[in-house]
């Protein structure tokens, strides 16, 4: 529900929807994660949106995690360098080096913050 509220650009109804699949999904990630794009991308408040990005990544490390993706080590890795935290956007990357699915993009990512110091 939140995802279409937001393709409308009902961003305030997509806000509370998101809000609400936290409430009903404690455990699962992706309401945190669309939350936090949404705040990031879409209100320009990476700010705000850090909270949703560190929360999905707990929640993936979790024991109640079934549906494992790596891909929120990536978003807070962005989030967290935008902001200035290059040493925290690297332990991110270093965690997402560990699974195929963000491997490359990983060491991209971290080559790419090696070549800008």
Excluded: C
Excluded at 86 to 102: D, Q, S, V
């Amino acid at each position: 529900m939140g995802n279409e509220h937001k393709t409308l650009k009902a961003l305030e109804e997509a806000r509370r929807a998101y809000i609400k699949a936290r409430e009903l999904m404690p455990d699962s990630w992706r309401a945190d994660q669309a939350l936090g794009l949404m705040l990031a991308e879409d209100l320009d408040d990476l700010e705000g949106a850090l909270p949703y990005f560190k929360s999905a990544v707990e929640k993936i490390e979790g024991p109640q995690n079934w549906a494992f993706q790596p891909g929120p080590y990536m978003t807070l890795a962005q989030a967290l360098y935008d902001m200035g935290d290059a040493a925290g956007a690297r332990r991110e990357l270093e965690k997402a080096l560990r699974f195929k699915e963000t491997h490359d993009k990983a060491a991209a990512a971290i080559r790419q913050m090696g070549e800008r110091r």
